[in-house]
C-alpha cells in the first residue's frame, strides 16, 4: 500500500508506517525498517540495499540535498508527507526532511563464519545504547554482531538514529538465544565484567574471539555467564565502580583493534 500524497493522519499508509515505528516487535515480524534523517538514507544508498518508499516532508521538497538523494534513488517514486506527519513520524526537529522505508537486509553468511571478532549483547535494553554499540563495533572494525533475547531492537528509528549509518557494514542478527549460540560457535568468548580477575590491559587480544556486554543493570545473565571462556575487567581510579555499557565496549573494542595493529 502505498500513496503520492499524506496530508492526513487517517491515510492508510501513514497508519501503516506509525503502527510499524511504534511496535518493534511488528516491523522485525515482516522485515522493515524506517531511516530517518538524509545521513541514514545516503547510508543506505551507499551500501546497495534496496529501498521501498521515499518520504520527503514539505518543508524539505526541492531542497539540494533531498534532490541529490532523489537523483540517487531514482527509480524510486518519492511520497511527499506534510512536515507536522513527518515529525510525528520520525519524533525528529531537523533541517531536512528525508526518510525511507526499507526491507532489512539479511547477511549472506551465517554469523561467526567471516573471521575477526563477533560482538555479543545480552539484554541491552536502551536503544541509544544498542546505537551506540553498533556504531562503536563498526568504527572498531567488527563486522558480525549478534543480539540476544531482551535486547532492543536494532532496525528500530532510536537505534538507528544512534548508530548513524553503522548498520550498512555489520551483519546483524536478532532475537538469538545467546548462551546456545555462543556454545557452538567454537570461538574464545569473552564477557565484560568489571569484577573479573583479569584487566583489559593485560589480556592478550590478537586472535579472533566474541565479546559479550550484558544488561544497563544487571550485567551478564547467569546463563551467558556458564559459557564464557573468560571474563575481563576495565581497570577504573579508585572510587568508581562502573561504565556505562557503551563507553566499556569502546574500550574493549579497541583495544583489542589497538593489538592486532602493533
Known sequence: MSAKHISSRDNPFFKELKRLVGNTSAARREGVALLAGPHLVSSC?????????????????????VSALLRRAESVVPVTISDALYRELTNLVAPVGIAALIDIPRGGSRIGTRGGDVLAL?????????????????????????????????????????????????????????????????????????????????ADLRNPHIWVFGNE????????????????????????????????????????FRQRRI
Not at 45 to 65: H, K, M
Not at 173 to 199: K, N, R
Not at 219 to 237: D, M, N
Open 45 to 65: 544508498l551507499d551500501s546497495g540495499v534496496p529501498i521501498r518508499t521515499l518520504l520527503v516532508a514539505g518543508f524539505s521538497a526541492g531542497t539540494p540535498e
Open 122 to 202: 545480552d539484554g541491552v535494553q536502551d536503544a541509544g545504547n544498542v546505537g551506540t554499540l553498533l556504531r562503536t563495533a563498526a568504527a572498531a572494525g567488527v563486522r558480525e554482531v549478534v543480539l540476544g533475547h531482551g535486547c532492543a531492537s536494532a532496525w528500530s528509528i532510536k537505534v538507528l538514529r544512534a548508530a548513524q549509518g553503522a548498520h550498512f557494514s555489520l551483519q546483524i542478527e536478532e532475537a538469538v538465544c545467546l548462551p546456545e549460540w555462543l556454545q557452538a560457535q567454537g570461538l574464545p568468548v569473552i564477557g565484560a565484567d568489571a569484577s573479573a580477575p583479569t584487566a583489559l590491559f593485560d
Open 217 to 256: 543493570g544487571k550485567g551478564l545473565s547467569l546463563e551467558v555467564r556458564e559459557v564464557l571462556s573468560t571474563t575481563i575487567a576495565v581497570p577504573l581510579a579508585d572510587g568508581v565502580e562502573s561504565l556505562n555499557v557503551g563507553a566499556a565496549a569502546a574500550i574493549c573494542l579497541f583495544e583489542a
